[in-house]
């Protein structure tokens, strides 16, 4: 884990970061990066005091400015890391949802960040950033955007998102003592997917569990009508007849997904299916009608990790925000990134 330190001198200390962990912190000297640390801290009451100096730069009050780069304009923006935090949760889950449920987006977005950075995992962004605001990595909406998205409602969705952030300040989630990747989606099938059925790559902490508060969602059952030509040409197959006749399914997840499927000879993961026609899910079955197939899904996005609907229902039974992360994360705890950096 590998910050850059800019005080309010600011004088950059070129080589410098950390890498941390919750276990045992371990100073490297690593070369270049663009995070920048300062003293204004944006609530006095939270922040973490320092129990040393590094290189004469006071860590009280510790904070992180986070260049983000805007796809559509083009541009890098630098925004204090809890208020770039704020238009993300604004971007990605509905001010409507309870306090808890958001909270706990807010905890997964800190963490999806800081798991950028320990990783230096920017190579995919250009300019400098950390980031990109949009679905790429994580939607990042600003003022002016919400304003015009939420018009009269602006204030109080704000405020309350603003609440989510700053009631969570500086906490994300670790695994053995590293930030986990906090991968998250908008409505289950009924249950959770595990990350190897899915990506391939095995995360000890992305496991299947039920999650029956989705069926709430407008998007757990869908229907999706597109003509044969177009899934001929798009899975790169010629079919004919009844959907039985050219199709059927070998094998299904754990998290009910499609594993394999036969289509016109061919062999493909439900993954591999969803992709190239744009389901809403892997969790899907057919019929031909006429010139169409008839394509009806259960869940929207990959189904691994969070659910948002699921935080959003576990939230309204009276479940905490930590409640919701450790039944969809498995064995994380929740730290304070910003003691990792005080400590030392």
């Known amino acids: 884990m590998y910050f850059e330190r800019y005080f309010t001198k600011r004088t950059y200390i070129g080589f410098l970061f950390l890498l941390f962990s919750v276990s045992s912190l371990t100073a490297l000297i690593f070369a270049g990066s663009s995070l920048r640390v ?79 950075i320990v990783d230096r995992d920017f190579a995919d962004v250009p300019g400098g950033a950390f980031v990109k605001d949009s679905i790429d990595h994580q939607v990042y909406l600003g003022t002016e955007e919400l304003k015009k998205a939420w018009g009269k409602d602006y204030e109080w969705k704000t405020d309350k998102i603003r609440k989510a952030v700053y009631e969570t300040e500086g ?26 059925e899915y990506w391939s790559e095995p995360y000890p ?21 597109l003509p044969l030509k177009e899934v001929s040409a798009k899975l790169g197959i010629t ?38 026609l744009k389901l809403p899910s892997a969790t899907f079955w057919w019929e031909v009608n006429g010139d169409d197939l ?31 992360l450790t039944y969809y994360y498995k064995g994380v705890s929740l730290e304070d990134y910003r003691n990792w950096i005080a400590e030392k």
Not at 66 to 91: C, F, H, Q, S, T
Not at 171 to 196: H, K, M, Q
């Open 38 to 116: 300062s003293n204004a801290f944006p609530r006095e009451e939270a922040a973490v005091p320092a129990t040393s100096s590094l290189a004469n730069g006071d860590l009280h009050n510790l904070s992180i400015e986070v260049p983000v780069y805007r796809v559509g304009k083009k541009v890098v923006e630098k925004l204090p890391l809890e208020e770039y935090l704020i238009g993300v949760v604004a971007g990605e889950m509905p001010a409507e949802f309870p306090l808890e449920a958001l909270k706990a987006q807010a905890i997964t977005a800190r963490t999806y960040l800081i798991r950028r």
């Open 171 to 196: 906490l994300v989630l670790t695994y053995d003592g590293r930030p986990i990747t906090a991968t998250f989606f908008s409505t289950s099938n009924g249950r959770t997917e595990n990350a190897e």
């Open 294 to 324: 008839v394509i009806k899904t259960k869940g929207y996005g990959h189904g691994v990790g969070m659910s948002q609907w699921g935080a959003s229902g576990m939230a309204k039974e009276g479940k905490k925000a930590e409640e919701i």
């Open 239 to 276: 079919i004919a007849g009844p959907a039985e006749d050219w199709s059927g399914v070998l094998k299904w997840t754990t998290g009910g997904q499609i594993a394999s499927i036969r289509i016109g000879g061919k062999m493909f993961t439900g993954r591999e299916v969803r992709e190239r």
């Open 205 to 225: 902490y992305l496991k299947s569990v039920p999650s029956p508060w989705d069926e709430k969602s407008p998007e757990f059952a869908q229907t999706t009508r």
